[in-house]
């Protein structure tokens, strides 16, 4: 399987997210358009409510990887993410992402 950039060519319908198994779904305090949904497979986010869905890219090719989601309410902007490789952070709601635990050998 192989990794996705975080571009609009990884947006998905409505009606594939709806298919999901939901894990989790959360709803970013800031803006009640931004909404990210752990489904069996990915995290994915929506920008406009829940009408189009565009799967993350966590850095790892494992799509059934992803355990849960926390988004920070003081700084909505930082996102929490439970993986099978541990917690990754994203700075920038989910654009990119760096693995903070374990840490990565350098």
């Given at each position: 399987m192989s990794r996705?950039?975080?571009t609009r060519a990884n947006?998905?319908?409505?009606?594939?997210?709806d298919s999901f198994e939901?894990?989790?779904f959360v709803i970013d305090p800031s803006n009640?358009?931004?909404?990210?949904?752990?489904p069996n497979k990915g995290i994915y986010r929506s920008l406009d409510g829940g009408g189009t869905w565009c799967l993350l890219d966590?850095?790892?090719?494992?799509i059934?990887?992803?355990?849960s989601i926390a988004i920070s309410s003081p700084h909505p902007l930082e996102?929490?993410?439970g993986t099978t490789h541990g917690v990754s952070?994203?700075?920038d709601r989910g654009c990119h992402f760096t693995r903070i635990y374990p840490e990565l050998s350098r």
């Open positions: 996705l950039p975080n947006e998905v319908s409505k009606k594939a997210v939901v894990v989790q009640e358009n931004i909404v990210f949904v752990v966590l850095g790892f090719d494992e059934e990887g992803v355990h996102i929490f993410v952070y994203s700075s």
